[in-house]
């Protein structure tokens, strides 16, 4: 096994997650950002990186065109949104005049696991190829290969939920706008690539 290359690939693959938690971790009030929410956030990100690539693998070749036809769509139409949503709200505090208030208990299971599939969709098609890339041809090998991506975005995860809590105050009062921009945003790039390379 390559594990150079698998290495690689998980962090390819994580970073659109990690983006998405530097927002979180934007996003709220400094004191509510703790190791508990950081855990949950990269816990989620990190088990559907893992869990996307076997499915994809069990769906193999056959699944192969039709995962490459739908995954974009879903990541920018889940991506878009979550954003606009989280625009929407903050535009409406500001207008009402209202501070902005820490959104980490209002990331519900429901919206987590939104934000999970949309950024992990592009590991589906990778778990057709995966085994190829790294010469994990045996059942063992795969699921090495796929934990080893799900500790990868697990750990790049929680890290980005600190970094956006430091870097929160930069953007203190705009920071859900800054945050819906950015998630639209990571929906169009995955759109641009799988249309256009």
């Known amino acids: 096994m390559d594990y150079?290359?698998?290495v690689g690939i998980a962090v390819g693959l994580a970073m659109d997650a990690?983006?998405?938690?530097i927002t979180n971790g934007a996003v709220c009030r400094r004191d509510k950002v703790n190791v508990r929410f950081a855990l949950r956030l990269a816990f989620s990100f990190g088990l559907f990186?893992?869990?996307m690539p076997v499915i994809g693998w069990l769906i193999g070749k056959a699944g192969e065109s039709l995962i490459s036809f739908v995954d974009h769509w879903i990541a920018l139409l889940l991506l878009s949104y979550l954003g606009g949503r989280m625009i929407w709200e903050s535009?409406?505090?500001l207008r009402s005049g209202e501070q902005e208030e820490c959104r980490?208990?209002?990331v519900s299971l429901r919206t987590l696991?939104?934000?999970s599939v949309a950024?992990?969709?592009d590991a589906l098609a990778t778990g057709v190829l995966l085994p190829s890339a790294v010469g994990a041809y045996s059942g063992t090998l795969m699921l090495i290969s796929v934990a080893i991506i799900g500790l990868v975005t697990f750990c790049i995860g929680f890290c980005g939920v600190f970094l956006g809590k430091t870097f929160g105050l930069l953007i203190a009062g705009k920071a859900e706008i800054v945050g819906g921009v950015v998630l639209i945003g990571i929906g169009l790039k995955i759109f641009i690539e799988h249309m256009f390379f």
């Open 113 to 115: 696991l939104a934000l």
């Open 119 to 121: 950024t992990s969709i």
């Open 49 to 51: 990186q893992a869990l």
């Open 104 to 106: 980490a208990d209002d």
């Open 4 to 6: 150079v290359s698998l």
């Open 91 to 93: 535009v409406k505090k």
């Open 18 to 21: 990690f983006a998405v938690c």
